[in-house]
Each structure stands twice: as C-alpha cells, then as structure tokens.
C-alpha cells in the first residue's frame, strides 16, 4: 500500500505537473531519498549548484541553516515559468524527512552523509563547522524553553523538510502539503525532553486543517485518506496524553474499514502444570478479505483492496522475538474451546460470525493497518493507567494478537514487540522477556540506523558505527526493505533510537540495575535523566554535581579536563549556557528546594519554560502560601495553557484565597481539557457552591494579601474565564450537582464525593430527591461496615421520609417510584445498621405507621426508648439535657403505648389481633422502672413530676 499522501498528491496534480512530478513521487515510494536530495533542483537550493538568481545569497548572511534554505526556495520559487516546482520541491522536503526517521527511527544505514549531500562544500569539509551549524539548528528546534535531543543525528534533514514544508508556496500549490507539515511538527514535537504546548496548539490547528481538507477529497481517495489520517490523529492524542480522543479515532478508523475484533474469554491453560482449563483473555481480530462482505451485508470497502491476499502466508522478513523459555508459563495459551463453543453469559454481547468461526491458537494474519489499530488501542490503555495491573491484563492479548498472527510489516511487527515488552515488565513470570526483548529491539536499532558520518551526532560522534548486538546481525535478505519499514512510521510513532534506550535504562532502574542505566544515559549524555537516577538513590550530592557541571565552570577556573573528583563545580555560569539548562535548574531546584534556581531556570529559558513556574507553584503550596502559588500557575499557563494539572492546582489555590468566581474558571478549564478528573470536577461543585450571593459578600473582605495575589494570579484575560452572572444562586448549586455526579460516576468509591452529592442534592430547590437516595444507598455501601449508622445522614432521610410520605395518603407497594425505592431502602439498608440513634428508630416509627403497620411502629418506638436509656449517666444528677431527653422518650413511648396498642396487626401471622392488648402495663412498666431509677439524682425535679403525672394518668 502506497504512502496515503503521496496517493493524494497524485490525485491532486494536474496532468501537465504530474507528469513532470512523477520520477520524483516513484523515488519516494521506492525509498530513493538519496536520489532526490542529489537532483539537480535540490543542488541549486543547496548550493551546490550554481544558479545566478541565488549568487547573493549566502549562508554566512543568515543565523541559521534553516534560514538560508528558506529564503533560498522563496527565490527559486517566485519563477513560475517551470510548471510544478513546488511540487518537485516538495517531494525533496518529504524525501529529507523520511530519511531523517530512517536515520533515527527504523533503519536500515543511509547510504549517503547528510552534511556532505546538504551543506556547502566548505562547511561539510570541516568537522568543526558541521557541528557549530548543527547546534545552531538544534538551538532553533527548542520551543518554550524545552530543548531538544543534543546529539540528534542529521538533524539537518528535519530542518531542511521544515523549511521546504512550510514555504507558503508550498503549503498553498501542494494539497496534502499541510499533512507533511503535520508529521514535521510531531517529529519535532518527540525530539523535546517533554511536550510542548505551543507545538501541540500548532499541531492541533493543523489537524483541524487537514480534517476539512480530506472532507473535500474524491470518494474514490477519500476513504484511503481517512483511515490514514485518524490512525495519525489516534496516535498524536495518545502522545498528548488524550486517550478518550484516541480512542474515539479509533473506533471511527475501525468501523470504516470494517474490521472487527472483540476481547473475549475461552477456557485454556497458561502454566504448564494447570490441571483445569479456566478462561483466558484472548483478541479475537480478522481483516476484511476482498472476497467476503463486510459485517454489515454490504459491498469491501475500498480501503480492503490492500487486504492480505493469497500470498500473503508467504515468509515475510521479521525482526527477532524471543521465547518466553519460562518453568511455568507456556509460550502461548494453550486454548481447549472455540468462540462457536463458548457459552455467553446473560447480557453479554454476541461474537460477530466472522470472529465465531475463529481459532484462537492459529488466526490469519492481519492487514498492517488493522495491526496498527490493536496497538493503538493497547498504547492509549496503558497510557491510561500504567500500573494497573487489570489494565495490563486486558492489553497483552492485543499485542499478542499482532505478534501471533504474523509479520504483514516489519514496522509494526517491531512496534507490537515494544509494546508487549512494556506490558510485560510489570509481571514476575515475564519481566525477564520483557527486559531482553527491549535490549533486543534497542540493539536492532542502533545496528540499523548506525553508518558513517551521516549518522553521526551533532557533535561528530560516530560511536553508533561500532555498535554491538545482542543476538547476531541479521542477513540483509532476512531484513525489510527502507518502504517497507517507513510506510506505515506517522500511524506508528515509534520512538526514536534514543528514546528508546533511554526506555531501556530507565526499566534497569526499575529492577535495580542502577550501573546499567548510568552506563546508557552517560553515553547517550542526557545529564538530567542520570541525576534523576542518582537522587532516586539518596545519592543528592552526585546528582547535584553531575547537573551542576553542565551550568557552571569550575571553582578554581581550571578547565573541565583538569578538574578533581570531588569539584564542586560553583564557577561561573557557562555561556551561552546549555540547551537543557532551564530542567537543569530545575532538577536543582527540586533536590534542595531552592526557589532562586526555579527563578533562575525561568529567566535563562526567556520566561517560556513553564515547568519552572510549576514548580514554584507546587512548592508555595506546599509552604502553604497560596497567593504566590497562585501568581506562579497563572505564569505557567500563559505559557502551556493546556495543561490540565496546572488548571487543577491554581483552581485549588483560588478556593483557598476564597477567589471563587476564578476558581470556577480554573476548574472548567481543567475539565474542558480531561473531562474523567473526577476531583476536578468536585471542585468544581465546591466554587459554584461558593458564588451564592450571600456568601461572596463576605470572602475575606479583609485579606488584602490574597485579594493582591488574585488579582497578579488573574491579570490575563487567557488564563481564568470568570462567572459574572449572579442573578439566580439556584443555578449555581444545579450546576454543582452536575458536577458532583459527574465527579461520582468517575469516582465510584470516593465517599467523600458522594457524600457532598448527597448534601447538595438535598439542598438544591427543589431537592433531587433520588439523587439523594442513591448517594445515601452508595455511602452505606462504602462505609457502613465500618462506621455503621454514622454513616447515614438523619436530615436528609428526614427530608425524603417527608416527602415520601407527603405524596400520598397511604403506601402502595405495588407502585414504582421513589416510595418504594425509599421504603425498600430503610427496610434493606438502614434498620440493619441503626444501634444507639433514636432519632432514626423514630423515623422507621413513623414510616411503619404510614405504612400501616403499627406493630412495627411500636417496635421502633420501644428501640427508640431502649436507645435513649443506654446513655450512661442519665440517672445520676449531672446532666439536666440527658434526663430532660429520657423523660421526653419516656412520654414520647407511653403516647406510643396508648395509640399503637388498641390497634389491629396487619402483618404476620397474628394479623387481625390487637398490637398490645397489655398496653397500659407495659406503659406503666416503662415508667416506673426509670423513676425508680432516678430516684435519688432527679427527684422532684419538673421531669420527676412529669412522669408521676403520666402515671396517674396510665392508671386511671
């Protein structure tokens, strides 16, 4: 299957162009990249070829490379008596591009040195030079004061597809022009040591661009293009850590190319000794073949004319996987049953025909794209939650199902052996596996993508020419060739070489292998990530003067070569100082705590590195300075408004300094960004429960210093959106329930949560009543084995037994609604849980004789009495409140007595009697026996004699 842009920008020339754009479009498909950079046009953009428009222009003129190629093109451009050069030019972009990932990503070696093919003759001759230009450039690609990888091999190649891309004339005469420009941006976006927001918005409008543009395509382009472009969007949401969206994309891509796949369990056997088949999670997934119909009865989609076909068993080139060779484990799931065979459980969604019919110990193997789609879809899971061990049950069998059904590409053969190798880190059983089939792949890697020169570094290293490998080279014929491995790269997003080797040594770190790391991260010189490894360690001291040699000079001024062990290294900052020295400074910051570093990592960065700022917000908050954490967020954000835990924490900085309106702002912000942060959306009910009128008019009016600290912490209008509107405080409190049972069905298991669902839903006007209900029934779930009638709100069951009982004369159980939930839920829920509460025992009284059980309700009545009578101390003259409440109950049980007791059972087998034809002993029982009690501490008091008039009156 071709590349989808080059597919479209056939389709898009006219006849006149594409003729003369052809054999550069076939040397991109063929992967001929040299052949384009050394044509004759991209001679005379290079200078290398003379041109007399270009005579004047020279690269000494300009700061950088990138700069002279740009205005270079602009004049080579501007003649549009040759038909087709921006088409011609952008094919030599797109071709130093693809290089530049063959060179860094997927291998094999580039037969040429970039420096020797791109730059001029004098500066690629000298060593010296390439390397000054080649920081030069790198220093160009840093944004926001994030610096990209130092020793990025060619990185000429990008910045050379950068600036033929984003020619205007290119971008405007090119249709899928935008879509180049796109991967440019994202290859960019991964040399960053961490996500850049100002690329992400930049990437963001470009997608929204090329969305509208695919709209606009032929029918007979239009599906190829989509599927294409959302597995590339899919994949730019997980890197942006988006996965809702991700997956949406997903499921979109999978539904047009109509290709099904569905995690299911069949009963198999996993460990070698297992007696008795349990079930075993299993991906079940075919293609579209171009003789079946599709799911729906409806005609292959146009997409499936690249499906597997008959040839498709032959032996495709694979990279290597190793076995398991585990005691226990089997190599793969040893499956005794079929989907056709299985039983469904009640409720469960049927298996498609086509995944019924399956095997799941030999499937076919799977189109590259639909390979794509299953680890994309395991990739946004674990993105989701890394350390969740369900998670990571539940997206092995996706990977798996790549690896088990066949290599239809090697990209995507190497990229399902990443994923199941980070899957399985986390497991005792498959960590070893996990480990070595990481150093296998980085070992893959370095040997393909390490040649001469052109893969050499930015600083002239070569040390990738003489790499090792783990298990032997593999045989040129036993490889993939340059097409096959980029052809699917944009969809794919594997990470670069030294991406991935820092992967590595950051998974020795997990298994204590310290050395190991160290030895990876020296080498690869990503000083901050080694002294992150030692102050992981307690090792603070060599951290700080591992970081401390990158900024400043020695001590004594001796040069670095010369310097003793144990220097310090508290010289004079370097100049100009390194790419990374704004997340130096802040490592700095962060092992001591030191404020003047975070200022100083915010300074050399020209005020764009927002994590310096976050830090200082995180560490005022910590010192519980609100208004200083506030002023520092709001200065992040105007850099990176797109990050949510930024939003998160100056919402909660605001709410301290009572700014609840800005609170409000902050919090929606954070939930527009990820709608499933279940604790932004509670406090967000906890702001709009704040702006009500009578509670803004007193918010720490005389608190100058937090008015002062809001009002630096809000002195843009992009950073908090305010409510101004204040006329109806009931739609506040609405709107704070919303968020609260947002917040709820995100967080199932926080009572908390539902404990401020269950207030609020009580107090809005009118009450949401089953709201109500459910939080209360929720919170007995959480905590009613522990705290027991504690846990039960009294007013607002209070509240609900009075409005149940208001809706109708007489209870009819038959009905559904809400007085049969309620009643249900007493009778299920509460009563078990009541022990010293009285006040609850009434309420059980008092829906029992709504009920028309007064048996039931003399019953409460007595435990409510019984209840009072358990606090100990009444009976001795202490506590005038504790007897006043005993006489009360004691009067409150003799009315009981005298109401109840007359009446008829409606319940039980003695239905029809009378409840209590002894009534009045009982009464006079009940009575006597707490005078006789209190007889010494309370008698003659106005309770004494109370009870002496109800039993005169039970007497007579």
Same mark, same amino acid.
């Given at each position: 299957?071709?590349?989808?842009?080059?597919?479209?920008?056939?389709?898009?020339?006219?006849?006149?162009?594409?003729?003369?754009?052809?054999?550069?479009?076939?040397?991109?498909?063929?992967?001929?990249?040299?052949?384009?950079?050394?044509?004759?046009?991209?001679?005379?953009?290079?200078?290398?070829?003379?041109?007399?428009?270009?005579?004047d222009i020279k690269l000494r003129d300009f700061p950088t490379w990138s700069d002279y190629i740009f205005q270079r093109l602009s004049i080579l451009l501007s003649d549009r008596s040759t038909p087709g050069k921006q088409a011609v030019y952008f094919c030599v972009g797109y071709a130093a591009l693809l290089a530049f990932l063959q060179s860094n990503v997927t291998g094999p070696p580039l037969p040429f040195s970039s420096a020797d093919v791109l730059l001029p003759s004098d500066a690629a001759e000298d060593k010296q030079k390439v390397k000054v230009l080649r920081d030069s450039l790198l220093t160009n690609l840093s944004v926001d004061g994030i610096a990209a990888y130092k020793l990025t091999p060619n990185v000429e190649l990008l910045c050379l597809s950068d600036a033929i891309i984003t020619n205007p004339a290119v971008l405007k005469g090119v249709a899928p022009a935008r879509w180049v420009k796109l991967r440019v941006e994202m290859c960019r976006q991964r040399l960053l040591?961490?996500?850049?927001?100002?690329?992400?918005?930049?990437?963001?409008?470009?997608?929204?661009?090329?969305?509208?543009?695919?709209?606009?395509?032929?029918?007979?382009?239009?599906?190829?293009?989509?599927?294409?472009?959302?597995?590339?969007?899919?994949?730019?949401?997980?890197?942006?850590?988006?996965?809702?969206?991700?997956?949406?994309?997903?499921?979109?891509?999978?539904?047009?190319?109509?290709?099904?796949?569905?995690?299911?369990?069949?009963?198999?056997?996993?460990?070698?000794?297992?007696?008795?088949?349990?079930?075993?999670?299993?991906?079940?997934?075919?293609?579209?073949?171009?003789?079946?119909?599709?799911?729906?009865?409806?005609?292959?989609?146009?997409?499936?004319?690249?499906?597997?076909?008959?040839?498709?068993?032959?032996?495709?080139?694979?990279?290597?996987?190793?076995?398991?060779?585990?005691?226990?484990?089997?190599?793969?799931?040893?499956?005794?049953?079929?989907?056709?065979?299985?039983?469904?459980?009640?409720?469960?969604?049927?298996?498609?025909?086509?995944?019924?019919?399956?095997?799941?110990?030999?499937?076919?193997?799977?189109?590259?794209?639909?390979?794509?789609?299953?680890?994309?879809?395991?990739?946004?899971?674990?993105?989701?939650?890394?350390?969740?061990?369900?998670?990571?049950?539940?997206?092995?069998?996706?990977?798996?199902?790549?690896?088990?059904?066949?290599?239809?590409?090697?990209?995507?053969?190497?990229?399902?052996?990443?994923?199941?190798?980070?899957?399985?880190?986390?497991?005792s059983r498959t960590i070893e596996r996990g480990l070595l089939q990481l150093q296998t792949l980085v070992d893959q890697v370095i040997a393909d993508t390490a040649g001469s020169d052109s893969a050499g570094s930015a600083s002239g290293s070569t040390e990738a020419s003489t790499a090792t490998s783990f298990l032997p080279r593999p045989k040129e014929s036993e490889s993939a060739s340059v097409s096959e491995r980029l052809r699917f790269i944009f969809q794919l997003a594997s990470p670069y070489r030294w991406d991935l080797e820092a992967e590595l040594a950051a998974r020795w770190v997990q298994l204590g292998g310290l050395r190991s790391a160290l030895e990876i991260y020296e080498r690869l010189e990503m000083w901050a990530e080694a002294a992150l490894c030692w102050a992981a360690t307690e090792r603070e001291d060599k951290a700080k003067r591992m970081v401390r040699r990158q900024l400043y000079c020695t001590s004594s001024g001796k040069p670095d070569g010369e310097a003793d062990?144990?220097?310090?290294?508290?010289?004079?900052?370097?100049?100009?100082?390194?790419?990374?020295?704004? $997340? %130096? #400074?802040?490592?700095? @910051? !962060?092992?001591?705590?030191?404020?003047?570093? *975070?200022? &100083?990592?915010?300074? /050399? =960065?020209?005020?764009?590195?927002?994590?310096?700022?976050?830090?200082?917000? $995180? %560490? #005022?908050?910590?010192? @519980? !300075?609100?208004?200083?954490?506030?002023?520092? *967020?709001? &200065?992040?954000?105007? /850099? =990176?408004?797109?990050?949510?835990?930024?939003?998160?924490?100056?919402?909660?900085? %605001?709410?301290?300094?009572?700014?609840?309106?800005?609170?409000?702002?902050?919090?929606?912000?954070?939930?527009?960004?990820?709608?499933?942060?279940?604790?932004?959306?509670?406090?967000?009910?906890?702001?709009? %429960?704040?702006?009500?009128?009578?509670?803004?008019?007193?918010?720490?009016?005389?608190?100058?210093?937090?008015?002062?600290?809001?009002?630096?912490?809000?002195?843009?209008?992009?950073?908090?959106?305010?409510?101004?509107?204040?006329?109806?405080?009931?739609?506040?409190?609405?709107?704070?329930?919303?968020?609260?049972?947002?917040?709820?069905?995100?967080?199932?298991?926080?009572?908390?949560?539902?404990?401020?669902?269950?207030?609020?839903?009580?107090?809005?006007?009118?009450?949401?009543?089953?709201?109500?209900?459910?939080?209360?029934?929720?919170?007995?779930?959480?905590?009613?084995?522990?705290?027991?009638?504690?846990?039960?709100?009294?007013?607002?069951?209070?509240?609900?037994?009075?409005?149940?009982?208001?809706?109708?004369?007489?209870?009819?159980?038959?009905?559904?609604?809400?007085?049969?939930?309620?009643?249900?839920?007493?009778?299920?829920?509460?009563?078990?849980?009541?022990?010293?509460?009285?006040?609850?025992?009434?309420?059980?009284?008092?829906?029992?004789?709504?009920?028309?059980?007064?048996?039931?309700?003399?019953?409460?009545?007595?435990?409510?009495?019984?209840?009072?009578?358990?606090?100990?101390?009444?009976?001795?003259?202490?506590?005038?409140?504790?007897?006043?409440?005993?006489?009360?109950?004691?009067?409150?049980?003799?009315?009981?007595?005298?109401?109840?007791?007359?009446?008829?059972?409606?319940?039980?087998?003695?239905?029809?009697?009378?409840?209590?034809?002894?009534?009045?002993?009982?009464?006079?029982?009940?009575?006597?026996?707490?005078?006789?009690?209190?007889?010494?501490?309370?008698?003659?008091?106005?309770?004494?004699?109370?009870?002496?008039?109800?039993?005169?009156?039970?007497?007579?």
């Amino acid at each position: 299957m071709t590349d989808v842009v080059l597919a479209w920008l056939r389709q898009s020339l006219p006849k006149e162009v594409a003729e003369v754009a052809e054999p550069y479009i076939l040397n991109l498909e063929s992967g001929e990249y040299q052949a384009l950079l050394e044509s004759e046009e991209a001679k005379k953009l290079f200078g290398t070829a003379t041109d007399g428009r270009l005579h004047d222009i020279k690269l000494r003129d300009f700061p950088t490379w990138s700069d002279y190629i740009f205005q270079r093109l602009s004049i080579l451009l501007s003649d549009r008596s040759t038909p087709g050069k921006q088409a011609v030019y952008f094919c030599v972009g797109y071709a130093a591009l693809l290089a530049f990932l063959q060179s860094n990503v997927t291998g094999p070696p580039l037969p040429f040195s970039s420096a020797d093919v791109l730059l001029p003759s004098d500066a690629a001759e000298d060593k010296q030079k390439v390397k000054v230009l080649r920081d030069s450039l790198l220093t160009n690609l840093s944004v926001d004061g994030i610096a990209a990888y130092k020793l990025t091999p060619n990185v000429e190649l990008l910045c050379l597809s950068d600036a033929i891309i984003t020619n205007p004339a290119v971008l405007k005469g090119v249709a899928p022009a935008r879509w180049v420009k796109l991967r440019v941006e994202m290859c960019r976006q991964r040399l960053l040591s961490e996500p850049s927001s100002t690329l992400q918005g930049l990437i963001n409008d470009d997608l929204d661009m090329i969305e509208d543009q695919i709209r606009g395509l032929d029918s007979s382009h239009k599906e190829l293009a989509e599927a294409g472009f959302l597995l590339e969007r899919a994949e730019v949401h997980t890197f942006h850590g988006l996965d809702k969206l991700a997956r949406k994309d997903l499921e979109e891509v999978k539904q047009r190319r109509h290709f099904e796949y569905a995690l299911t369990g069949l009963l198999g056997k996993r460990t070698k000794f297992q007696q008795k088949d349990v079930s075993q999670l299993v991906v079940l997934a075919k293609s579209v073949d171009n003789g079946d119909n599709v799911a729906n009865g409806g005609t292959p989609s146009v997409l499936c004319k690249n499906a597997p076909s008959a040839d498709a068993d032959r032996n495709v080139a694979e990279p290597a996987k190793l076995d398991l060779n585990d005691d226990t484990l089997l190599e793969s799931i040893s499956f005794s049953e079929r989907p056709a065979d299985s039983q469904e459980a009640e409720g469960e969604v049927a298996l498609p025909v086509s995944l019924n019919t399956l095997d799941p110990a030999n499937q076919p193997k799977l189109d590259a794209l639909d390979s794509i789609i299953l680890l994309n879809f395991a990739s946004s899971i674990t993105n989701t939650s890394p350390q969740n061990g369900l998670t990571r049950e539940e997206t092995l069998p996706y990977a798996t199902r790549v690896l088990e059904g066949g290599s239809s590409n090697w990209q995507v053969y190497t990229q399902a052996l990443l994923v199941r190798s980070r899957i399985e880190g986390y497991r005792s059983r498959t960590i070893e596996r996990g480990l070595l089939q990481l150093q296998t792949l980085v070992d893959q890697v370095i040997a393909d993508t390490a040649g001469s020169d052109s893969a050499g570094s930015a600083s002239g290293s070569t040390e990738a020419s003489t790499a090792t490998s783990f298990l032997p080279r593999p045989k040129e014929s036993e490889s993939a060739s340059v097409s096959e491995r980029l052809r699917f790269i944009f969809q794919l997003a594997s990470p670069y070489r030294w991406d991935l080797e820092a992967e590595l040594a950051a998974r020795w770190v997990q298994l204590g292998g310290l050395r190991s790391a160290l030895e990876i991260y020296e080498r690869l010189e990503m000083w901050a990530e080694a002294a992150l490894c030692w102050a992981a360690t307690e090792r603070e001291d060599k951290a700080k003067r591992m970081v401390r040699r990158q900024l400043y000079c020695t001590s004594s001024g001796k040069p670095d070569g010369e310097a003793d062990e144990d220097e310090a290294w508290q010289g004079e900052e370097r100049q100009p100082p390194p790419l990374d020295a704004p $997340r %130096l #400074y802040c490592i700095l @910051g !962060d092992i001591d705590q030191d404020t003047s570093m *975070y200022e &100083k990592a915010w300074t /050399v =960065s020209n005020k764009r590195y927002a994590r310096a700022q976050r830090s200082l917000g $995180r %560490l #005022y908050i910590a010192k @519980g !300075d609100m208004v200083k954490a506030a002023e520092a *967020y709001s &200065k992040s954000l105007q /850099v =990176s408004q797109l990050n949510q835990p930024s939003w998160f924490a100056l919402g909660c900085a %605001l709410l301290e300094l009572a700014q609840f309106e800005k609170a409000v702002g902050a919090f929606s912000r954070c939930v527009q960004i990820d709608d499933t942060d279940a604790e932004a959306w509670s406090n967000l009910a906890a702001a709009l %429960l704040r702006l009500e009128p009578e509670e803004d008019d007193d918010d720490d009016d005389d608190d100058e210093d937090a008015k002062a600290g809001a009002a630096r912490a809000e002195d843009e209008d992009e950073t908090v959106a305010t409510h101004k509107d204040k006329a109806d405080p009931q739609r506040y409190r609405q709107d704070a329930l919303s968020a609260l049972k947002r917040a709820a069905g995100l967080k199932h298991d926080s009572y908390r949560i539902w404990e401020n669902l269950l207030l609020v839903a009580a107090t809005v006007s009118p009450p949401d009543y089953n709201s109500a209900l459910a939080a209360q029934k929720r919170i007995i779930d959480l905590r009613g084995k522990t705290d027991g009638e504690s846990c039960l709100d009294q007013q607002v069951l209070a509240l609900l037994a009075t409005h149940v009982i208001s809706t109708a004369d007489r209870y009819d159980p038959s009905q559904p609604g809400l007085p049969r939930m309620f009643i249900k839920f007493i009778d299920d829920f509460v009563t078990p849980l009541i022990t010293t509460s009285a006040d609850l025992w009434r309420l059980v009284s008092k829906l029992a004789l709504w009920r028309h059980k007064p048996s039931s309700a003399l019953d409460a009545e007595e435990k409510a009495w019984r209840a009072v009578l358990a606090q100990p101390g009444w009976d001795t003259a202490e506590n005038e409140g504790v007897w006043d409440g005993v006489v009360e109950a004691t009067v409150r049980l003799c009315e009981a007595y005298e109401s109840f007791g007359p009446m008829e059972r409606t319940e039980g087998l003695a239905a029809g009697e009378v409840v209590a034809k002894d009534w009045r002993f009982k009464a006079r029982s009940a009575v006597r026996g707490v005078l006789g009690k209190a007889k010494g501490g309370w008698e003659g008091t106005e309770g004494w004699e109370r009870l002496q008039e109800v039993m005169q009156g039970l007497k007579g």
